[in-house]
């Protein structure tokens, strides 16, 4: 056979035709993980859509059983819903949406997830999705599919009402899933969003029936995180290239000013002096690969203000402390949120941590309780590949023992930890682990460290405290027979020396226990946590 | 924030803009993996093209430094060409190429190897491909790139030549990569590829200049393996869907009988006893979604004869044996071919395997020789996510112990195992790994063992023959002293007595070594493995 013979079949498929033979690439392997991921994709959409619309979220998710491997899966929220124009597009046609081109912290940002899910439906059972959707000015209901060999949506049976429906709601049937109350599964994950979106009113309506209802810990909305411009340190040759050639900027210079954040008049001169052979006054049009190459290099060597932080939407301290009481109930908690910080020269990241102690906390294994490490990005649930993940590797090589907590797999301790960035570095395909980045795995070690000290205090007082009450338990257990020696040698009244003994001993317990109470009171961002970030770095 | 509003930005992004941001989806993650990755896809390329076009390829990789993380990668081979006409779709057009739409076994599948890697130089270094190619009636150079916004192809400096130059040379500039002779890097991947392609001559010009050259072992050009027709008990619903819905046929049945294998009249009729409810008369395009459902049951519940199996492509015993010798030059070999079988009821595959013993078998540590388990999926090798891979796990449940192999992490062996199927059930994402079909492991399991049981008459053979060589040698060291004690005893000569011992004694160990060298001679597929299959079945 020739070429000419061999290509004569060449041909293009669609992007879903693609996504059909890959589906694994969305997260859809595996039945446990196929139901859980189509859980997230629905959730984080509403999620971002509430945050952005200024709406508290209420969201409900119900998982039925069809049969063995087929369910139903409904997520309604409270959010703005979809324009009805848009429905098809926004729900069934993969990669397009109005996320993936802003420079801004948010959870989803692919333009694939729910396109994916309907997908996923189409390919296992052949359904289409039922949508239903009311915005301020109107309210419908309609079934979406995904033409996959052109990957063009298909929206049928509309029905516009008038019932003042606001929100969102979308019902898919999947095959080829499974609901497990497992670690993976679509219950943890919920759990886990509502620790980590103490404003979220979340029910879960299982599939035996049962409801488990988390309801928010805090009434007030997170400030939207802000849209930023990129930081210098923070940008690759190719970005610069692609920005360049779509700017209707008339200069280089101007350009640079405009795309990136801390470039000032003075800075651009600065670069001038680095970069002499690039003419910054042509247009950026013309700004070829190698002067691109130049200027990042130049860019690494001039001083530059840090980023911008206040564009991280953090959960925040108050509140993580408040929803780890709301959900895990534990005997004792500690948080810290760090500084923002910096890694690769120029993406901002911060990194938030807390620490429950009893109570719910840990989890149920056969051999008793054990620690639990739950682990978010952007406040999203990270349920797999977790010893891949940056926020594992922080937590293995911290020395728990050195914090009073001798076998730490073995305590009834969740370790919450969410890192923050408009920019996540994950390290696998299925974006569920943070890769190995120093500066993150430092800052996530130093904020564990300071929740360990606050622990170790706790540990140590509750300790110390069963030592003394066992104590007090003892000696109260020989009070009677003292007394009655002591009577007989003083000839004093029995039941007036055992009710003195008793007074005396309460009094000095007493005192004891208040001690320790105080001790392992709140968790505290005292300087000694300073002292230690000062060994650490 | 209303709908509206925040759906004003709602917009549409290319399939290259989604791979650019998510190129670990395509295996370019980590700067020894990428290279790796850009060189596995073009020597796959290479390869499909030759075996398509019936000729016994020639394959030259070059890889050279330009700076400590930019190099240029060359591949060149001696096959059919692109035709000009279709040099930008086939290299810089993500999802477009002629293979994706086969049921037939192939290495590449996707059409998106070749354009990742027009897509990842573009991103790394802003330049374009540099392509040569030479067909049967014109010969021409250009220059190719992808604008990814679009996914468009853009063919620059095309010049036509004639040079008579026959085959392909892509030369690719790279950044964000590294040169590295570790189990992951280029010369690895073409060593393996080396291995499990007798019929391929490949030469490696490494950075630093040296030509490694893996000469062919066989000239022997593959048989092309055919284009089958699914088995229907290998089929999913949402594949019947999609078939009806394009098929040109006039009935259910027709249908049914041109597009599945073993789909016999009578087995129609049969089908037609299990599913009254369907008329299978009618238009296959009117054939909903629960009426395949209830095909692929009824499918499930009929006794269909095994799938063909001379769609699979082997590498082949004796050129597995050859190839072994060729490149690992061991002082053993044993390789088992299976004879093709099925998992999940309809798909079939077959498993080869081969255990080289000594020479340049296994790998060098610095605690001294290793054993080195090598994987491939249709002749093409596994690097990365062993651990994930049905074949470690298979290897990793064999009792090595019972075959005279005690510590099989420390011996100079090598494992090799290739599963050839028209669909391989990768476990990742990253197309690295085999997933736990327990048919699978079965078949390598099976495969393994008696390659064990080959490798074990060696070893137990070489050593009772290291064991006699030391008792030889012992007594050869007494048998002076011993002719003079006899010497004295009996009167005779001293000198005689020691010439007829030796005798005597190299008499019986040469007996002794040549029936050692017997038994560890050549691998056998006695009926020994028959009986080891019975068992383990």
Same mark, same amino acid.
Request: negative net charge; charged residues 25%; hydrophobic residues 35%.
């Given at each position: 056979?020739?070429?000419? #013979?061999?290509?004569?079949?060449?041909?293009?498929?669609?992007?879903?035709?693609?996504?059909?033979?890959?589906?694994?690439?969305?997260?859809?392997?595996?039945?446990?993980?196929?139901?859980?991921?189509?859980?997230?994709?629905?959730?984080?959409?509403?999620?971002?859509?509430?945050?952005?619309?200024?709406?508290?979220?209420?969201?409900?998710?119900?998982?039925?059983?069809?049969?063995?491997?087929?369910?139903?899966?409904?997520?309604?929220?409270?959010?703005?819903?979809?324009?009805?124009?848009?429905?098809?597009?926004?729900?069934? $046609?993969? !990669?397009?949406?109005? $996320?993936?081109?802003?420079?801004?912290?948010?959870?989803?940002?692919?333009?694939?997830?729910?396109?994916?899910?309907?997908?996923?439906?189409?390919?296992?059972?052949?359904?289409?999705?039922?949508?239903?959707?009311?915005?301020?000015?109107?309210?419908?209901?309609?079934?979406?599919?995904?033409?996959?060999?052109? =990957?063009?949506?298909?929206?049928?049976?509309?029905?516009?009402?008038?019932?003042?429906?606001?929100?969102?709601?979308?019902?898919?049937?999947?095959?080829?899933?499974?609901?497990?109350?497992?670690?993976?599964?679509?219950?943890?994950?919920?759990?886990?969003?509502?620790?980590?979106?103490?404003?979220?009113?979340?029910?879960?309506?299982?599939?035996?029936?049962?409801?488990?209802?988390?309801?928010?810990?805090?009434?007030?909305?997170?400030?939207?995180?802000?849209?930023?411009?990129?930081?210098?340190?923070?940008?690759?040759?190719?970005?610069?290239?692609?920005?360049?050639?779509?700017?209707?900027?008339?200069?280089?210079?101007?350009?640079?000013?405009?795309?990136?954040?801390?470039?000032?008049? /003075? $800075?651009?001169?600065?670069?001038?002096?680095?970069?002499?052979?690039?003419?910054?006054?042509?247009?950026?049009?013309?700004?070829? &690969?190698?002067?691109?190459?130049?200027?990042?290099?130049?860019?690494?060597?001039?001083? &530059?203000?840090?980023?911008?932080?206040?564009?991280?939407?953090?959960?925040?301290?108050?509140?993580? #402390?408040?929803?780890?009481?709301?959900?895990?109930?534990?005997?004792?908690?500690?948080?810290?949120?760090?500084?923002?910080?910096?890694?690769?020269?120029?993406?901002?990241?911060?990194?938030?941590?807390?620490?429950?102690?009893?109570?719910?906390?840990? $989890?149920?294994?056969?051999?008793?309780?054990? +620690?639990?490490?739950?682990?978010?990005? =952007?406040?999203?649930?990270?349920?797999?590949?977790?010893?891949?993940?940056?926020?594992?590797?922080?937590?293995?090589?911290?020395?728990?023992?050195?914090?009073?907590?001798?076998?730490?797999?073995?305590?009834? !301790? +969740?370790?919450?930890?969410?890192? /923050? +960035?408009?920019?996540?570095?994950?390290?696998?395909?299925?974006?569920?682990?943070? /890769?190995?980045?120093?500066?993150?795995?430092?800052?996530?070690?130093?904020?564990?460290?300071?929740?360990?000290?606050?622990?170790?205090?706790?540990?140590?007082?509750?300790?110390?405290?069963?030592?003394?009450?066992?104590?007090?338990?003892?000696?109260?257990?020989?009070?009677?027979?003292?007394?009655?020696?002591?009577?007989?040698? /003083?000839?004093?009244?029995?039941?007036?020396?055992?009710?003195?003994?008793?007074? !005396?001993?309460?009094?000095?317990?007493?005192?004891?226990?208040?001690?320790?109470?105080?001790?392992?009171?709140?968790?505290?961002?005292?300087?000694?946590?300073?002292?230690?970030?000062?060994?650490?770095?």
């Amino acid at each position: 056979m020739d070429a000419d #013979e061999i290509f004569k079949e060449f041909k293009e498929q669609s992007v879903s035709e693609f996504f059909r033979k890959n589906s694994q690439m969305l997260g859809y392997s595996g039945k446990v993980r196929s139901l859980t991921t189509a859980v997230h994709e629905y959730v984080t959409n509403s999620l971002d859509a509430c945050e952005e619309a200024g709406v508290l979220p209420e969201i409900m998710v119900k998982v039925t059983q069809l049969d063995e491997t087929k369910y139903t899966v409904t997520v309604r929220d409270n959010g703005p819903g979809i324009p009805e124009k848009l429905v098809g597009s926004a729900l069934a $046609k993969v !990669l397009s949406g109005t $996320k993936f081109h802003r420079y801004i912290q948010q959870r989803g940002q692919q333009g694939i997830g729910a396109a994916g899910c309907t997908l996923f439906s189409r390919m296992t059972t052949g359904k289409p999705i039922h949508v239903r959707s009311g915005t301020e000015r109107q309210s419908y209901t309609c079934d979406v599919t995904i033409e996959i060999k052109t =990957n063009r949506p298909i929206v049928e049976n509309l029905e516009k009402l008038s019932d003042g429906f606001r929100g969102l709601e979308i019902t898919a049937e999947l095959g080829e899933v499974k609901y497990e109350k497992s670690d993976h599964g679509v219950y943890e994950y919920i759990k886990r969003t509502a620790l980590s979106n103490p404003h979220v009113s979340i029910t879960l309506v299982e599939p035996d029936g049962k409801e488990a209802f988390f309801p928010r810990s805090s009434g007030e909305i997170p400030k939207r995180p802000k849209q930023i411009k990129p930081h210098p340190l923070g940008v690759q040759v190719n970005d610069i290239v692609d920005f360049a050639h779509f700017s209707s900027e008339r200069t280089v210079a101007s350009f640079l000013s405009e795309t990136f954040s801390r470039v000032t008049k /003075s $800075k651009v001169d600065e670069l001038g002096q680095l970069v002499p052979g690039i003419d910054l006054k042509k247009s950026p049009k013309d700004l070829s &690969w190698a002067e691109a190459e130049e200027i990042v290099k130049a860019f690494g060597k001039i001083k &530059w203000m840090a980023p911008e932080l206040d564009s991280l939407s953090t959960i925040g301290r108050a509140q993580i #402390e408040a929803t780890i009481k709301n959900i895990l109930n534990p005997t004792f908690v500690a948080v810290v949120e760090r500084r923002p910080s910096v890694f690769r020269g120029g993406i901002p990241f911060v990194v938030e941590a807390g620490i429950a102690y009893g109570g719910d906390a840990g $989890k149920a294994s056969e051999e008793g309780m054990r +620690s639990s490490v739950i682990r978010f990005a =952007n406040k999203v649930p990270l349920l797999f590949d977790g010893s891949a993940c940056a926020i594992t590797e922080a937590v293995n090589t911290i020395q728990w023992r050195r914090y009073g907590i001798s076998d730490f797999e073995e305590q009834p !301790l +969740s370790v919450m930890v969410n890192v /923050s +960035s408009v920019y996540i570095p994950y390290s696998g395909v299925g974006k569920q682990a943070i /890769s190995h980045e120093d500066e993150i795995i430092g800052e996530i070690r130093l904020a564990l460290m300071a929740c360990a000290k606050d622990i170790e205090r706790y540990v140590r007082g509750e300790r110390a405290k069963s030592l003394q009450e066992s104590r007090y338990n003892m000696i109260m257990r020989y009070v009677g027979q003292l007394a009655s020696d002591i009577s007989e040698i /003083s000839g004093k009244d029995r039941g007036d020396i055992e009710a003195s003994l008793r007074k !005396l001993i309460d009094t000095k317990y007493s005192r004891l226990f208040e001690g320790n109470a105080e001790q392992g009171g709140e968790a505290s961002d005292s300087e000694e946590d300073t002292a230690e970030e000062g060994q650490a770095e």
